[in-house]
């Protein structure tokens, strides 16, 4: 911790290592628990800290500090970059190899945007939370070596290649046209059974009008 602020904190803070540590742990973004894991106290303890303001007060200066901090060396960091940046830019006159232009651009193409690099990154101090979703709602990917996804939930995402569009279009040409052949034999079986159905309907009505006449069997 840095001297200067270690000296403006008050004496139940300052003389007491245990704090002074986790202070320290808080004021880097360690996790409660783990802070306090790290120190050898139980988790109550460190929540009773963070309701005494002296303490609060405390961990908001370090916090500062610390953001001072990255921030001065994120922008020197950028300073060492734009130099650099200068020094590509005045040499490119002298390029005279394409291999080396095309290196160089790719080295430049890959490098970050600072107007867009923060816009999805978290605010310096905030606490992030890791979301576990249930086995049920998890997704199945697999990737290979290039980082491409090759199969989602069992189902290949692989490109298929031109040259077996034909004999797709054949395989489904094949079984449409058996699709069609079944449609129709289900429909002349069920044409032929409704027949069949309907000569029984008209043998049963016949039976009545059967009688006998001079022993002859004779149908009126």
């Known amino acids: 911790m840095d001297t200067a602020l270690a000296n403006t ?3 139940t803070i300052a003389n007491d290592p245990t704090v002074m540590k986790l202070l320290g742990l ?3 973004e360690v996790s409660q628990t783990a802070a306090a894991l790290a120190c050898g106290v139980s988790d109550g303890y460190v929540t009773q800290l963070l309701k005494d303001p002296e303490f609060v007060r405390a961990l908001g200066n370090v916090r500062s500090v610390k953001i001072e901090a990255a921030v001065k060396h994120d922008a020197q960091i950028d300073s060492v970059e734009a130099k650099a940046l200068q020094a590509v ?4 006159p002298l390029v005279r190899n394409a291999s080396e232009a095309a ?5 430049l193409n890959a490098s970050k945007r600072h107007a867009t690099a923060g816009s999805n990154t978290a605010a310096p101090g905030a606490q992030q939370v890791n ?7 998890s997704v199945h990917i697999s990737m290979n070596s290039q ?3 090759i199969e989602v939930e069992g189902k290949t995402m692989a490109t298929l290649p031109s040259r077996s569009l034909p004999g797709l279009a054949t395989d489904v040409a094949a079984k449409t046209t058996t699709a069609k052949e079944v449609l129709k034999a289900a429909t002349l079986a069920s044409a032929a059974k409704k027949d069949t159905e309907k000569a029984s309907q008209l043998l049963g009505n016949l039976d009545p009008l059967v009688t006998m006449i001079g022993g002859v069997q004779r149908v009126l």
């Not at 830019?89 to 490119?92: A, F, S, V, Y």
């Not at 290196?103 to 080295?107: A, E, G, K, L, V």
């Open 103 to 107: 290196r160089i651009f790719q080295i």
């Open 26 to 28: 808080l004021g880097a």
């Open 131 to 137: 979301i576990v979703l249930p086995r049920a709602a």
């Open 9 to 11: 904190l008050p004496d």
């Open 147 to 149: 980082n491409q996804v």
């Open 89 to 92: 830019e005045n040499r490119l």
